[in-house]
Every structure is written in structure tokens, then in C-alpha cells.
């Protein structure tokens, strides 16, 4: 469900029912198999070599699923459609992972729907008026105005991003 924020001069729509974010292209809901495993041997910084994959401290691997993703059932992945965010970090082709529960609020990075168009972007709040701001030096501020429509499926909580192929 997407979230509904009291902001002025802004007039808030929730996401439909018949169309989740997941009906969306490139959009996977988040779902754990604890049946297999998919943890990664943990480094420590005082290593002398790299880990090894049969260590018996399960101590020392990170799930990387349980990391990123803090409820299934209101998380999902969407590919960063933009570089519109390379200011914090985020690029083009990298896999996002958004949480619906949580209410966005100013400073959260957030996945909105604005006038139907999808954008990620930082939420600002200035006095009575409400922003997205790119971090991207050409991009500009989207101001919402009186009679915006305004969708947030959900704060950006983590990110998948790949650095060789």
C-alpha cells in the first residue's frame, strides 16, 4: 500500500489495489527460501587472507537477503531507472530494494509516482511546500504544486549494484 502523507497544496493518491508496484515492468516482490541458503563468508579487517567458504563460526557470514530486506511482504526490487540519484550513490541499472511500510518522511529517499511519471528521488519539505530533488547536478527540483498527484510506493532501504558484468 502506498503511503499517504498530510502535505499542503498536494493531493495524495494511494496505489491502486489492481495495480501493485510489482505489476509494474522490473519490478520483483522480495521472497526468502530458507531452505537454501545464500550467505556469504563475512572478511574480518584483521584478516591476514580472504574467507573461507566452509568456516564452522556461522558468526562470520552475512545473509545478504536478511540484511537488505526487512519484511518480505512489503519489500520489492526495482531497477534505478535514471541517474537522477549518482549524487548518493545511485545509478542506472542498479537493483533497489524499497519498503513500503515505511512511512516516508523529509530526507528519505523515496520511489514516487508524480503526475505518472516514476522517479526516484529525495523527499524535501520546506515550509508548506514539499519537493523531490534530484541529485544529479542537470536535474531539476520537481516542486509539487496544488493539484500534483503524488504516489510513494515506498523508501529506497538498499541497493544491489554491480561492479564487474
Do not use: C
Request: charged fraction near 25%; aromatic fraction near 4%; charge should be negative.
Amino acid at each position: 500500500m502506498a503511503a499517504q502523507l498530510s502535505l499542503p497544496f498536494v493531493s495524495l493518491v494511494g496505489a491502486s489495489p489492481s495495480a501493485p508496484p510489482e505489476a509494474a515492468a522490473g519490478v520483483q516482490r522480495t521472497r526468502r527460501n530458507r531452505s537454501v541458503p545464500r550467505t556469504l563468508p563475512l572478511a574480518s579487517r584483521t584478516a591476514e587472507g580472504p574467507p573461507a567458504q566452509n568456516q564452522a563460526d556461522e558468526s562470520r557470514f552475512l545473509d545478504v537477503h536478511d540484511y537488505l530486506v526487512r519484511r518480505d511482504d512489503t519489500s520489492f526490487v526495482f531497477p534505478m531507472p535514471d541517474d537522477g540519484m549518482s549524487g548518493a550513490g545511485l545509478l542506472a541499472g542498479d537493483m533497489l530494494v524499497v519498503d513500503q511500510r515505511i512511512t516516508p518522511a523529509h530526507g528519505h529517499i523515496v520511489l514516487a509516482v508524480i503526475n505518472g511519471e516514476r522517479l526516484v528521488r529525495r523527499l524535501h519539505h520546506r515550509g508548506r511546500k514539499t519537493s523531490l530533488l534530484a541529485e544529479h547536478p542537470e536535474l531539476p527540483e520537481v516542486l509539487l504544486e496544488d493539484g500534483s498527484e503524488l504516489t510513494i510506493w515506498g523508501v529506497v532501504v538498499g541497493e544491489f549494484k554491480r561492479l564487474l558484468g
